[in-house]
C-alpha cells in the first residue's frame, strides 16, 4: 500500500511539473508576443515620427521657394489643399489642415498667422499622430524691423540657394527673400526730423540757421556739429567725409570719436539719461538722441576696448554713402549663451541728400580674422565683404552681396525697428517658420 501511495504522489508531481511546464511555456510565448508587438509598435512611431518630420520639411522648403506676391490673397490661395495635396510619406499617408487668425491689422501693415497640422495615418497597428507648424504672412507696408533678409537682386534661384552661391548662412527665423525688393525710406523726412527742422525736406538755408550761420543757400562748411535744443542733442550733423568714427563703452558711458580732416571730437552719453558730453564739455544735462547723420561716407567704423556699446544703447547711422567696417562691433553683454542684438543702425541712400545725384552706397565689411557686427544693415547699394568670416546680428537689406569669405546673418523679428517710416512698400512675405509638437496616437488599443 505504501509503495502504491508513492507512486500516486509520483504521478501527481509529475502531473504538476507538467502543467506548470506547460503553463511557463505559454506564459513565455505570451511575453514574447508582447516584447515583438511593443517592438513593432516603437519602430512604427519611429516611422511615423519620421514620416511627420519630413513632411514639414517638404512643407517647409515649398514655403522657401514660394513667391507669396504672386497671389492675390496667399493666406488662401496658397495655403490650400490645391497647393498641398495628400502625400505618402515613408508609407503613411499625409494630409495638410489649415486655421489662420489674424495677428495686427493697422496702418496698412497686416501679419496673419497660418496654423499648418499635418496629419499622418497609416503604417503596421493602423497608427496616427500630427504635427503642427505655424507660419506668419506680412503683408502690406512692412517696417523694416519686421524683415530677416532681404536682397533686391532678380535671380533664377531659390532664395537658399542664391545665398549658398554667395556663402551666406542665414540664421534667423524669418524665411530669407531674394527678388525685386524696395525700401521706401523717406531719408529727407528722417534727416529733417534727425535734426529738428521745420519742415519735411531739409535745405541748406534751414540747417545753417539750425547751426547759427549767416542765412545762404551753400553748403556748410565741412565739420562736425551738434543739432541742439534746449533739453536734448537731437543728432550730430557731419559734413563731408568721416575718416573715423569709433565706439566704445565703459564704465556706463557709451562714447563716440569723430575723426575729419586731422581734427577730432568726441561724445559721451549715458543711454535714455541726461548729462551728455561734447568735447569734455558738459553740454548742462541734455539728452543724446543717438542719430547720426553723415552727408558723405566714413571710411572707417571701428570699435575700441573691449566693447564698441552699452547693451542700451540703439544708435542710427544715415549715411548718402559708403560705409566701411574696419573691426567687429560688440556690444558689453558679454554673457555667454544670450542673444546679441544689434547696437546699431547701418544706412545708406544711394543719392545726395541735397543733390538727388546717384552715389556710391555700399556697406563695406573690410575686416582681419573672424568678427561680430552687431548691426542692422539697410544699403541703397552691395554689401560687400572681404575673406574674413563676419556675424552680422541684425537683419540684412541690400541690393546684391558680394562676400569672399563667410557671412552670417541672424535676425529676430522685430528686435530693432529704428524707424516706422522705413517700409517695404505692398509686399508680401513669410516669417517666423515653428514646429510646436509631435503628437502620437493609434486606432486600436
Known amino acids: 500500500m505504501a509503495s502504491r501511495g508513492n507512486i500516486v504522489i509520483v504521478l501527481l508531481f509529475m502531473l504538476l511539473l507538467a502543467a506548470s511546464g506547460l503553463a511557463l511555456l505559454t506564459h513565455t510565448g505570451y511575453h514574447l508576443e508582447v516584447v515583438a508587438a511593443r517592438r513593432e509598435r516603437r519602430l512604427g512611431a519611429a516611422a511615423l515620427g519620421q514620416a511627420l518630420l519630413l513632411g514639414m520639411h517638404r512643407y517647409r522648403e515649398k514655403l522657401a521657394a514660394s513667391d507669396m506676391n504672386a497671389y492675390p490673397a496667399p493666406e488662401r490661395d496658397f495655403f490650400n489643399e490645391a497647393n498641398f495635396p495628400e ?30 497640422l499635418i496629419r499622418a495615418s497609416g503604417g503596421s497597428g493602423r497608427l496616427a499622430g500630427t504635427g503642427r507648424a505655424d507660419v506668419d504672412l506680412v503683408c502690406g507696408d512692412i517696417p523694416a524691423g519686421e524683415f530677416g533678409l532681404l536682397v533686391a537682386q532678380k535671380s533664377e534661384k531659390t532664395p537658399a540657394a542664391f545665398l549658398a552661391a554667395h556663402g551666406v548662412d542665414y540664421a534667423g527665423s524669418q524665411l530669407p527673400q531674394v527678388g525685386n525688393f524696395a525700401v521706401a525710406a523717406d531719408m529727407k523726412s528722417m534727416i529733417a526730423d534727425a535734426l529738428g527742422l521745420p519742415v519735411t525736406i531739409p535745405d541748406w538755408r534751414r540747417i545753417r540757421e539750425k547751426f547759427g550761420f549767416e542765412p545762404s543757400d551753400a553748403p556748410l562748411p565741412p565739420g562736425v556739429y551738434l543739432a541742439r535744443d534746449e533739453e536734448e542733442v537731437r543728432a550730430v550733423f557731419v559734413e563731408g567725409d568721416l575718416q573715423k568714427l569709433v565706439f566704445s563703452a565703459a564704465g556706463g558711458w557709451q562714447s563716440i570719436h569723430f575723426s575729419q580732416n586731422g581734427r577730432n571730437s568726441d561724445l559721451r552719453y549715458q543711454p535714455g539719461l541726461r548729462g551728455a558730453v561734447w568735447n569734455n564739455d558738459d553740454l548742462g544735462g541734455a539728452l543724446f538722441n543717438e542719430k547720426i547723420v553723415v552727408h558723405g561716407s566714413v571710411w572707417a567704423i571701428e570699435q575700441d576696448g573691449p566693447a564698441a556699446f552699452l547693451p542700451a544703447a540703439r544708435l542710427e547711422l544715415l549715411a548718402c554713402g559708403r560705409l566701411v567696417v574696419r573691426s567687429g562691433l560688440e556690444s558689453g553683454n558679454l554673457d555667454l549663451g544670450r542673444e546679441k542684438f544689434p547696437g546699431l543702425l547701418l544706412m545708406t541712400d544711394g543719392r545726395d541728400f541735397f543733390s538727388d545725384d546717384e552715389v556710391n552706397a555700399d556697406v563695406v565689411v573690410d575686416v582681419d580674422g573672424d568678427a561680430v557686427v552687431q548691426a542692422q544693415v539697410i544699403s541703397s547699394g552691395t554689401l560687400v565683404n572681404g575673406a574674413a568670416d563676419v556675424n552680422i546680428t541684425g537683419s540684412l537689406f541690400a541690393r546684391g552681396i558680394e562676400n ?5 546673418v541672424g535676425a529676430a523679428a522685430g528686435d530693432f525697428a529704428f524707424d516706422d517710416r522705413i517700409l517695404l512698400r505692398s509686399f508680401k512675405f513669410l516669417k517666423n517658420f515653428r514646429v510646436h509638437f509631435i503628437e502620437e496616437g493609434s486606432d486600436e488599443e
Open 404 to 408: 569672399a569669405g563667410k557671412l552670417q
Open 87 to 116: 502625400s505618402a510619406e515613408s508609407g503613411f499617408l499625409c494630409r495638410h489642415d489649415f486655421t489662420r487668425f489674424i495677428l495686427r491689422d493697422a496702418g496698412g501693415f497686416r501679419v496673419t498667422r497660418v496654423h499648418d
